[in-house]
């Protein structure tokens, strides 16, 4: 007689292994870039302003100018990985993230740390484009939410240590170990390259970035979490200066609870959106991250900032999950690459133009009105947020009388 098989049981069988072997080599290309680049993002703006006669505007400027160069090579990543292949670009992503790193430790000019941001953010973007490719191919779609989740997970352990650790770091070592640690993290993690999947063949036609950024499904997710980038950026580059120099186990706090709180919100958001859908997490997302940045423009009260800082990772985290698993279940596979690029290159214009703009509004406002413009201009991002989750409703409706 054969036993008989529950519900239960039948439902563990269906569901697909999350991870594979592939997807673990994966993490390793992961925190070997995340790892690198969030060393060093709070540290080189105050290298940078650390010399004679510099202001506030340098740190803005190496933020966005590395910021800046990531969204420029996220924008031609896909044409470039569409000759070279996603592992190729991978590499070679890894290799300009981390060598250029080493001339740091060696000259402190402006010209030499503005090359290596520049040089530095076309490595980044590389690895972000291949590698978002790369990661949606190897998650099954019945758990892209989950996944995506547990990738952000991996990125963000490196940035919940990193962003701390450097500043901590450069404060007691100096500015060369901690550049030299950075370079290293990046180089080793090639190894993990050539065991990731190489070229396939993809189903449906190619989708260019400009068609994914005019249309609505991917362009009203890309411009909201576009504007919530922007408080991300400000948050790394100039809580250090706004709080003060006198107050460095308040900054480390709040560099380490707001990738932490980022994190757990990212994973949270995710396991919901296989369950429910993600597109009504956006809103109350984008509004959490602006109610961080309020409480973050308190920079005299040490708990204010630190508890904005949690606020605003943990809508932050939200938003980034919502986002991208939205944008991703909207595409066949050949978009992919496409998807990858316009999220990723959202991220990275949000916290470049944040940082410039930030640097210069905070020269004349001060550091808390400056916080205050940044949770205004944050709101503006409920107009497309709120236009997206009704555009999903009117879809389902449409989908289900059809269906009837």
Sequence with gaps: MVPSVGPEHRAAEARPRLVTRPLLLRFVTVVGSSASFHLLLSVVPAYAQSGPGRGSDKAGLVTGVLMLATVAGE??????????GHRTMLGAGLLLLGA????????RSMGCIVAVCLVRGLGFAFTLVAGGALTASLIPPERRGEGLALIGVVAGVPSLVGLPLGAWLASHTGYGPVCSAAALIALVSIAAVPGLPGREAEQGPPLGILTGARSGTLGRPTAVFAVTAVGAGIVVTFLPLAVGPGRSGVVAAALFVQPAAATAS??????????????????????ASVAGILAVALTDSPVAVVVGAAVFGTGFGITQSATITLMYSRVAASGYGTVSALWNAAYDAGMGIGAVAFGTVAGSMGYPWAFVLTALVMLTALVPAWWDRTAARGQRATTGRDRR
């Design 266 to 287: 990212r994973w949270f958001a995710g396991r919901r959106a296989d369950r429910r859908g993600a597109a009504g997490l956006v809103v109350p997302g984008l509004v």
């Design 100 to 107: 250029p790193a080493l001339a740091l430790a060696v000259s």
């Design 75 to 84: 924008l031609v990543g896909p044409w470039l990985a569409a000759r070279c």
